[in-house]
């Protein structure tokens, strides 16, 4: 499967934009992409091994969060994951 990846997150991937690697599960390909790339870890995971708040991630089209088995969702070969950082910003008042 490819796993797309971040311009912000591209440094610790050496330049990649995408990752092609086998896996059973959304859980499998991020622990494959973390054990290629380990200084990605810390970026996408809390210290007690869950996905960051602020890390989205798009099996397809569809936000994991939202998916039955979330990260244990099965994938296939031809599947993607699409890895997106929230970006916060203020507004300026008028």
């Not at 797309?4 to 991020?30: C, D, F, K, M, N």
């Not at 994951?81 to 008042?93: F, K, N």
Request: hydrophobic share 35%; charged share 25%; proline share 7%.
């Amino acid at each position: 499967m490819k796993i797309h990846i971040p311009t912000p997150l591209r440094a610790y991937t050496g330049a990649q934009e995408t990752i092609t690697l086998e896996a059973t599960s959304v859980a499998a390909a991020l622990d494959a992409l973390t054990d290629k790339h380990p200084d990605l870890r810390q970026h996408l995971f809390t210290p007690e091994g869950k996905t960051r708040s602020f890390v989205n991630i798009y099996l397809n089209d569809d936000d994991v969060r939202y998916l039955p088995e979330k990260e244990q969702s099965p994938v296939k070969e031809s599947d993607e994951l699409t890895i997106i950082p929230s970006i916060a910003g203020g507004c300026c008042c008028l």
